[in-house]
C-alpha cells in the first residue's frame, strides 16, 4: 500500500523493481525486454503497479507475482513519459483514474473499471514532452510540468485549462504543498519555484543547486519541508516556509532522477542515473 513504508518501487531501462527497504533487498523483479520505463506509480491499497512505457503502452501489474493485469495500447502517439493515479479506489464500482503524460505533450484521463479501460479527455497544450503530472488530494485537479515552459492545471472532471504558470526554463517537476494553496517546481535553470494556486503568480524563487533541478517531494501532511535532487548529483532538504537547506546528501555519481520521502518520514529514497539507490536517514530536528 501507498503507505507502506517497507517496500519502494524503481522503475528502469527493461524493468520495474520492487525493494524491501529494511532489508535493502530486492524482492520482485518486472522484466519488459527492449523497451524503457519512464514513470511508475501505485494505487493506494496496493494492488497495482502503473507504469509508463516508451512504446506508448501503459502497463499495470500485480506486486505480488509481477503479472500483467492489463495493458493500455496506443495511450499516447510516442512514449509515455509521465502518470499519476487518482480516485484510486480499485474496490469502487465506478471505477478510479490514471492521468498520463506522453512526449508528444498530450495529457490523458483514462477511467479504469474491472472489465475496461476508456479514456474520458485527451488535453493538448503543451508543445513539449510532459515530464511531471500531479494529482491533488481529492483527484479533480491535476497539474502537467513541461518541457516546453509551462505547467497547465487541469480540470479533470471537464477536461479544460484552468490556469498555467510560465517560465523560461524546462519544467521537470511539480507538486502540490499538501494544503493546496501552493505548487512548488523546478527545472533546468537550477532553481525552484513557489507559486500562487489561486490565480498561477509566482510567489518566490530560491536558487535549488549548480545544475539542472530533476525531482522534489514533500513532507505529506503539513508540508514544513521537502526534498530536492538535480543534475549536480546532491540530494538536499529544504526548510519550506524559510526556503533554507537543511542538509545535503552527497554520494550519487550521476544525476539524481528521483525523490521519494517515506510515508512514515523516516528516511528518503533517492536514484540516480547511474543506477544507483540511495537510503538517506530523514532527521530535520534543529
Known amino acids: 500500500p501507498r503507505q507502506c513504508s517497507e517496500l519502494f518501487v524503481t522503475a528502469s531501462k527493461q524493468d520495474i523493481r520492487v525493494w524491501n527497504a529494511h532489508l535493502k533487498r530486492e524482492l520482485l523483479r518486472i522484466q519488459v525486454p527492449n523497451l524503457n520505463c519512464y514513470a511508475v506509480d501505485l494505487t493506494n491499497d496496493g494492488t497495482c503497479i502503473i507504469s509508463a512505457w516508451s512504446d506508448g503502452k501503459i502497463r499495470v501489474f500485480y506486486p505480488e507475482t509481477g503479472k500483467l493485469k492489463f495493458i493500455i495500447p496506443d495511450a499516447h502517439s510516442e512514449a509515455v513519459t509521465a502518470l499519476t493515479t487518482c480516485n484510486d479506489d480499485t474496490n469502487n464500482h465506478n471505477g478510479w483514474r490514471i492521468v498520463s503524460g506522453g512526449q508528444d505533450g498530450r495529457v490523458r484521463v483514462w477511467k479504469i473499471t474491472s472489465s475496461h479501460q476508456t479514456m474520458i479527455h485527451s488535453m493538448k497544450e503543451h508543445r513539449a514532452k510532459i515530464n511531471t ?3 491533488n488530494n481529492h483527484g479533480t485537479q491535476a497539474v502537467s510540468a513541461s518541457a516546453d515552459g509551462s505547467c497547465i492545471v487541469w480540470d479533470l ?6 490556469t498555467a504558470l510560465f517560465e523560461p526554463t524546462a519544467f521537470m ?3 502540490f504543498h499538501p494544503d493546496e494553496s501552493q505548487y512548488l517546481t523546478c527545472g533546468s535553470n537550477f532553481k525552484i519555484g513557489y ?3 489561486y490565480d498561477g503568480t509566482a510567489i518566490r524563487v530560491i536558487e ?6 530533476t525531482c522534489l517531494d514533500i513532507q505529506k501532511g503539513q508540508g514544513d519541508y521537502f526534498v530536492s535532487g538535480s543534475a549536480d548529483k546532491l540530494v538536499k532538504l529544504w526548510n519550506y516556509d524559510d526556503g533554507i537547506t ?3 546528501g552527497k554520494g550519487h555519481s550521476g544525476t539524481v532522477t528521483r525523490v521519494a520521502i517515506s510515508p512514515d518520514q523516516k528516511y528518503i529514497v533517492s536514484v540516480g542515473s547511474e543506477g544507483g539507490i540511495f537510503l538517506w536517514n530523514l532527521d530535520v530536528t534543529p
Open 173 to 175: 517537476a511539480v507538486l
Open 157 to 162: 472532471i471537464k477536461g479544460i485549462r484552468i
Open 246 to 248: 537543511l542538509s545535503v
Open 195 to 197: 507559486w500562487d494556486a
Open 208 to 213: 535549488g543547486g549548480t545544475d539542472r533541478m
Open 133 to 135: 503530472v500531479v494529482c
